[in-house]
Nanobody, 123 residues
Framework: QMQLVESGGGLVQAGDSLRLSCAATGRSVSTYAVGWFRQAPGKEREYVMGIAWEGGSTFYGDFAKGRFTISRDNAENTVYLHMNSLKPEDTAIYYC????????????????WGQGTQVTVSS
């Protein structure tokens, strides 16, 4: 089993930046694709962006383009979501998830999930 723990969320102002961390234990995350999802109150969970196991490719939810980036540190067994120019509509619980097969924007393709970290952006 793999356990994923997100951290780095908090309350920030519009225009600020945050770096979310997704720390894995139990298995090496280096051979897994990792995706970030978010869920705002009253809304469905949506894909943010992800990184393939080799780290060489990512693709984005449309709202993340130009503002969010993703990176991984296999030595630390951690994947990071870097968020810039945050907007109030980015307010949500952010989850990371891992799967062994493919990088996907479909939540059901992911095997392991973290508990989430709250991001709140004030205007």
């Amino acid at each position: 089993q793999m356990q994923l723990v997100e951290s780095g969320g908090g309350l920030v102002q519009a225009g600020d930046s945050l770096r979310l961390s997704c720390a894995a234990t139990g298995r090496s995350v280096s051979t897994y694709a990792v995706g970030w999802f978010r869920q705002a109150p009253g809304k469905e969970r949506e894909y943010v962006m992800g990184i393939a196991w080799e780290g060489g490719s990512t693709f984005y939810g449309d709202f993340a383009k130009g503002r969010f980036t993703i990176s991984r540190d296999n030595a630390e067994n951690t994947v990071y979501l870097h968020m810039n120019s945050l907007k109030p509509e980015d307010t949500a619980i952010y989850y990371c998830a891992a799967n062994r097969l493919i990088l996907s924007d479909v939540a059901s393709d992911y095997t392991f999930w973290g508990q989430g970290t709250q991001v709140t952006v004030s205007s």
